[in-house]
C-alpha cells in the first residue's frame, strides 16, 4: 500500500503532516470489514426503527475532577455515586462561590452541573479515559491510533484522536518545536484529551511527547486509571529505516534541528500501563496491535458503564 504524504508549515510548524490512517509501518490488516458498523432496531412509542448504532453525546457541561495544587481530586456529585438528593435547581444552590485564580486567570468559579461524567458515561455505556500513545517519530504510533479507533467504532464505541501532528494545523499551530513550545503543546493535548474523557469518550491522543515529567503531568490531570500510557518500543534504528515522512533524512542532513532521536532526547516511560513491542524482528498487524489495547480496556471495565 502506497501512502503519499504531503508536507505544510502551519503558523511556527514545519515539516508537519495531516494523518488519516497511515499503514507505513505495519502489514495490511487481514480482514477489511475492520470499522463496519452493524445496524440494530428500536421501539419509540410502539414504531419499530432501524438505525445504525449511534450514541448521542451530550454537550461537556462539568467535571467529575476538580484541580487542586495540580492535582486531580475526585468529587461526589449527589444522586450519581451517593443516595444524595439532587436540587431541583442547581443554578440556585446554597452555598458561598469561591473565587480562584489558575495561572493568569484571577476572579473565576467552578460552575457545577447535575449532568456530569458517569451520566455521560450511561448513555454511552462506556467510560471516558485517556489512551496515551508515546514513542520515536515513525514507531507507528498513527497507525495504531487509527487501528484502535477502528476497532472500537466496530464495537459500538465512540472514540476520538488527537494526533500530534494534525494538532498542528490547528489548535497548536503557534507552537514550535523548542522545549518550551513542545512542553506547551503537550499541556494543551492534555487538557483538551480530559474534556473527552469527561464527556465519556475514549480519547486516544497519539503524540511522540518525548519528555516523562510532561507526559506525568498529563497523567495527573485524569482521575486514577483513567490515563492509560501505551508505549510503542520500537528501536531508533528501526524507526529510521522505516521514514515513512522523510524527517529522518532531513534531520541528518541539518536540515531540521532538534529533531527527537537525532539531536533531541527522547524519556521512554518507565511504568507504562501497555508496551508493544516487536515481535523477534517482525511486526504484528496494527489490528493485532489495538486487539491487545482492546482487551485491556475491556479487562479494567472501559467497555461497559
Not at 50 to 57: D, I, Q, R
Not at 174 to 181: H, I, K, Q, V
Not at 221 to 228: K, R
Request: with cysteine; net charge neutral; proline share 4%.
Amino acid at each position: 500500500m502506497i501512502i503519499r504524504f504531503n508536507m505544510a508549515s502551519i503558523g511556527k510548524c514545519s515539516s508537519i503532516y495531516w494523518t488519516t490512517s497511515p499503514e507505513f509501518d505495519f502489514p495490511e490488516p487481514s480482514s477489511g470489514k475492520l470499522g463496519l458498523c452493524k445496524s440494530f432496531g428500536f421501539s419509540i412509542s410502539g414504531t419499530h426503527v432501524k438505525t445504525s448504532f449511534v450514541a448521542p453525546l451530550r454537550a461537556i457541561e462539568a467535571s467529575r475532577t476538580s484541580q487542586l495544587n495540580g492535582k486531580a481530586e475526585n468529587i461526589q456529585r449527589a444522586g450519581c455515586d451517593s443516595n444524595q438528593v439532587l436540587p431541583t435547581n442547581d443554578c440556585n444552590v446554597k452555598g458561598v462561590h469561591q473565587m480562584s485564580t489558575i495561572g493568569n486567570s484571577s476572579n473565576i468559579v467552578w460552575h457545577k452541573c447535575s449532568v456530569e461524567k458517569c451520566d455521560r458515561e450511561e448513555l454511552l455505556q462506556q467510560r471516558g479515559c485517556v489512551i496515551w500513545v508515546t514513542g520515536l517519530s515513525g514507531s507507528g504510533k498513527s497507525t495504531l491510533a487509527c487501528a484502535l479507533s477502528r476497532g472500537l467504532h466496530a464495537r459500538g464505541k465512540l472514540t476520538y484522536i488527537l494526533d500530534g501532528d494534525n494538532l498542528r494545523h490547528g489548535l497548536n499551530r503557534d507552537l514550535s518545536f523548542r522545549a518550551e513550545d513542545r512542553a506547551e503543546n503537550i499541556r494543551r493535548t492534555g487538557e483538551v484529551a480530559k474534556l473527552f474523557a469527561d464527556a465519556g469518550v475514549i480519547c486516544i491522543a497519539s503524540l511522540i511527547s518525548p519528555y516523562r515529567k510532561d507526559r506525568d503531568a498529563c497523567r495527573s490531570l485524569l482521575a486514577e486509571g483513567d490515563f492509560i500510557e501505551v508505549f510503542m518500543d520500537v528501536p531508533l534504528h528501526v524507526c529510521e529505516a522505516r521514514d515513512p515522512k522523510g524527517l529522518y533524512k532531513l534531520a541528518r542532513a541539518g536540515k531540521i534541528k532538534g529533531f527527537t532521536g537525532i539531536d533531541d532526547p527522547y524519556e521512554p516511560p518507565l511504568t507504562s500501563e501497555i508496551v508493544l513491542r516487536q515481535n523477534q524482528g517482525l511486526c504484528d498487524s496494527p489490528d493485532d496491535l489495538a486487539d491487545i489495547v482492546i482487551s485491556y480496556l475491556d479487562k479494567k471495565g472501559y467497555l461497559k458503564a
